[in-house]
């Protein structure tokens, strides 16, 4: 038996590789480029696991194949000389003038798209590593190019690709050492500050009182240096979406140091604060949206280095320009000065392809760079705009968040209509969707459900253009109809397929990625909803005219429930549901109250349900149907935020670091203790209602602890105790919604700056606007800076 196994490639294989493996590599390379400054800009806008994982496979490809491409042509411009240093006989496929002219294009391609110079925080702090990246492949080319000489025809265009080839990754890099936190932190540390001489005022105390003179110091606040007037005029009525850019753009270069936990003055909390009291909660929505793409803009992405400014000179402006200039100069020298009838017909096509596709990306990031954000924000005064305004006006019209009146799936008799979030993926500043993780739902393996499904935006503006034509009532029947159709027909195959298929990648998955496939199967996506926007800026905002002192800002965003409970219960309800909130771990809490959230939600459902069949031939006063909207709406509020902290608990531990201590095993425990309670009634999956009844109907007059011991850390059925004493309460659902908005506070207060950072290029969460929104309204313990110095003199008496 042979030691080895003899594999054997056929030499069309090795001649076909021979031919094409630098062409291929270089083709690849820019392929990646054109996929990278396409898509990279959805991953702040999207959720989809499936983009982030393309986007990553492309970022960590594109520059492995530009390296794997300059490999090859230094290892073919070697192979070209013989042992005494004459040149060999060239490969006829191969030119070696050609292959060096190639190697600056890769350069260019190590530069990367403007659209993401990082895929995680933590690619921007190997700055460094990409800095002798750049040596290193830059000295690659230069002795490619040095091994090709004399090249007569192709050496002044294979100099000016390498001059922007340089321009390029130097971008790539310097945007990297700037979004570094380090340097993030640095540049925004303003100058060392030693105060008052304390020493050499004691020196003249200590000498005056030495000579027995009655000597006293007086200490008075001298003004704030700092306090000026904004270069923005306050306003009191609604934002203009020009001012939007403005006021985020403002605010973001005041509070970007929250990255880096810097703190500051009551002078910048008192200014944010009063600005964001007096605004409507979707112009603050508005403001905060932007705010936090300028944050993406700066750590991931190009647009600061593009913004350079140095004596009132743009460099980065001037370097990205001399780039294109030098691929354009290219361009033309290749095509009218160039002979080039000793190159290969696809050779020739390939550098064209080379030469067009960088063109293609300048002309597109360029495009992408004037209608930035960050541009807009360069127009000086909004009320006097320059004459090329209008230009941004119509598009930021664009921009604006799409709201879609839509109901909820569970038909209720007094249902409201819901404003969601329908902005069209191109324009979206983020995902505009919150995750949901249900607790019984993933016991019983039941299928992913939403309280609202989510609007779709080409059929907004379909509808829109069918109203202006007078003809959307013939279109709603017909397109319902049509729909119904649809389903009804692709529903078995899908069921069936589903059956057929599932079970296998079950399987398979459940050893080598469990977790991720549960987020894939069992995470549902919640549409953002503004009147859920309005409740929670309303409750933080309340909260905020409390705290005008730090320690009542710092108790006040440490609130785990207990604020809401004080301001919405009596002394006897709200000790009963106290002990389920500050007695216990915050982990715990989350699991106890979206346990109790899912139970009292499925028996206030199946309740109302009841009452519609009872009550349909009966009409009810309108106060009571205007009781019954705005109980469901808090309903909604609760169960909403109830499976997001859930997830957050599950799936972002990251986020809840700080905070969740032991909650994955609480998690798991309380889902085994459920899965053997649900076995033994023999409830299967889509039964979550009547689960939830079962749950209800066990006595808990004895406390579990005290039978089950604490080995366990499951909650479940103190979880059922909760529930059972919320149940006893006539306004629960206004209780809970305010209870899950001061855990939800909490979380965010308490999550690392830096997570929420790294968060924006992901979609973007909600517990980070609730984390901006706080700092806004001065909650939180960032704010530490008196106004101004105390400035002491010294008085002698007579």
Known sequence: MPSYIPLHISKAVKSIWDRWNIRGAILFSLWLQVLLIMVAPLRKSARGKFNIILIWFAYLLADAAANFAVGLISNSQRNQYDKVGHKANQNSEENSDLLAFWAPFLLLHLGGPDTITAFALEDNELWLRHFLGLGFQAGAVFYVFIQSLPNKNLWIPTLLMFVAGMIK?????????????DKFRDSMLKEPDPGPNYAKLMEEYDFKKKNKLPTQIS???????????????????????????????????????????????FRERDESRDFFKIRDPEDALKVIEVELNFLYGTLYTKVEVLHLKTKKIYVGYILRFLALACVLATLGIFY????????????IGITYTLLLGAIALDVIAIFMLIFSDRSIASIKDPERPPWWAPIYKAFLVLMRPWWKNCTCNCKYKHNSEHKLLATPLVVRRWSGSISSHNLIRYCLKSNRKSIHEFPSWWQIMFESILRFLKLYECFDKCATCICHVIEKCLSPIRKGLGKIFWPCF???????????????????LEPFSLDLWKFIFVELKTKSEFADT?????????????????????????GKLLKYLTGVPYDESILLWHIATDLCYHHD???????????????????????????????????????????????????????????????????????RFFKIRDLHRNQDEKACEELLGVRTDVGPQEVKGDRSKSVLFDACMLAKELNKMNNKWKIMSKVWVELVSYAASHCRASTHAADVSQGGELITFFWLLMAHFGLGEQFQINEGHARAKLIVGK
């Open 550 to 574: 730090p320690e009542t800002a710092t108790r006040i965003s440490s609130a785990r429930g207990e604020w809401a409970l004080t301001n919405a219960c009596e002394e006897p309800e709200r």
């Open 219 to 265: 200490s008075t606040l001298e003004p704030d240096k700092e306090a000026k007037a904004s270069d923005i005029p306050p306003k009191t009525d609604r934002l203009k979406d020009l001012e939007v850019v403005h006021y985020a753009y403002k605010y973001f270069q005041t509070f970007k140091g929250l990255v880096v936990d810097l703190i500051f003055s």
């Open 336 to 347: 009218f000065k160039v002979n080039k009838h000793e190159f290969r017909g696809v050779d």
């Open 506 to 524: 079950e399987k398979i998955f459940f050893f080598c990625a469990k977790d991720f496939m549960d987020e894939m199967v069992y995470v549902s």
């Open 169 to 181: 990754y130097g971008e790539r890099t310097s945007a990297l050492y700037n979004a570094s936190l």
């Open 605 to 675: 459902n199946e309740k109302d349900q009841k009452n519609n069949r009872q009550d349909d031939d009966t009409e009810n006063p309108t106060d009571q149907q205007d009781n019954k909207h705005e109980e469901l709406t808090y309903r909604q509020f609760s169960k909403t935020l109830s499976d997001y902290m859930l997830y957050l608990l599950v799936f972002r531990p990251t986020m809840m670091s700080a905070v969740a201590g032991i909650g994955k095993i609480r998690f798991r425990d309380t889902c085994a203790e459920a899965e």
